[in-house]
T-cell receptor, first 113, second 107 residues
Framework: DGGITQSPKYLFRKEGQNVTLSCEQN?????MYWYRQDPGQGLRLIYY???????QKGDIAEGYSVSREKKESFPLTVTSAQKNPTAFYLC????????????FGPGTRLTVT | EDQVTQSPEALRLQEGESSSLNCSYT??????LFWYRQDPGKGPEFLFT???AGEEKEKERLKATLTKKESFLHITAPKPEDSATYLC????????FGAGTTVTVRA
């Protein structure tokens, strides 16, 4: 089955630690995205990538980093510089540019204490 | 500034009680409006794309319509399994999401 996988589903970290969230897709989509979702707010774009080895900052990139070494994979690292990292993180993919419908993974809930 | 506003924030319906959700947007040069359904603790599920005023799309009990300034998601004779948060997103150079409307349908 084609789709997007994110792992792990739940992640717990101590303050000051970097943590990497995994996102893999087998939809053969060129573009991939990372969003953050907080209660009562819309999804906010962290980073996106339209082709391998290239990515752009979204609206809230500070404290996050990404890589795109393979078309299928777009991992997100939440660094210790992110002031409020506890959130629900969603990965998505789409054909071509961000204007096409995006398909989402199941999400990773990160809790930092 | 807010680009996409969804109302109401929450909607409680009796099974069979039809209603509508609103998504208003302020972006110019709209290049598409998207509706998603999200269940608690899960990723959003794509429902519809609308591109031009007057366009309508249907899926089971859901019907989405689009005008120049807003979109409506109509839920006809809802069932408890329609309970979810419905998200609207508009495309200009990226997707901009609203905060969602949480729908609860009671049996």
């Amino acid at each position: 089955d084609g789709g997007i996988t994110q792992s792990p589903k739940y992640l717990f970290r101590k303050e000051g630690q970097n943590v990497t969230l995994s996102c893999e897709q087998n939809l053969n989509h060129d573009a991939m995205y990372w969003y953050r979702q907080d209660p009562g707010q819309g999804l906010r774009l962290i980073y996106y990538s339209q082709i391998v080895n290239d990515f752009q900052k979204g609206d809230i990139a500070e404290g996050y980093s990404v890589s795109r070494e393979k078309k299928e994979s777009f991992p997100l690292t939440v660094t210790s510089a992110q002031k409020n990292p506890t959130a629900f993180y969603l990965c998505a993919s789409s054909n071509r540019d961000p204007g096409y419908e995006q398909y989402f993974g199941p999400g990773t809930r990160l809790t930092v204490t | 500034e807010d680009q996409v506003t969804q109302s109401p924030e929450a909607l409680r319906l009796q099974e069979g009680e039809s209603s509508s959700l609103n998504c208003s947007y302020t972006v110019s040069g709209l290049r598409g409006l998207f509706w998603y359904r999200q269940d608690p603790g899960k990723g959003p599920e794509f429902l519809f794309t609308l591109y031009s005023a007057g366009e309508e799309k249907e899926k089971e009990r859901l019907k989405a319509t689009l005008t120049k300034k807003e979109s409506f998601l109509h839920i006809t004779a809802p069932k408890p399994e329609d309970s979810a948060t419905y998200l609207c997103a508009v495309r200009y150079y990226k997707l901009s999401f609203g905060a969602g409307t949480t729908v609860t349908v009671r049996a």
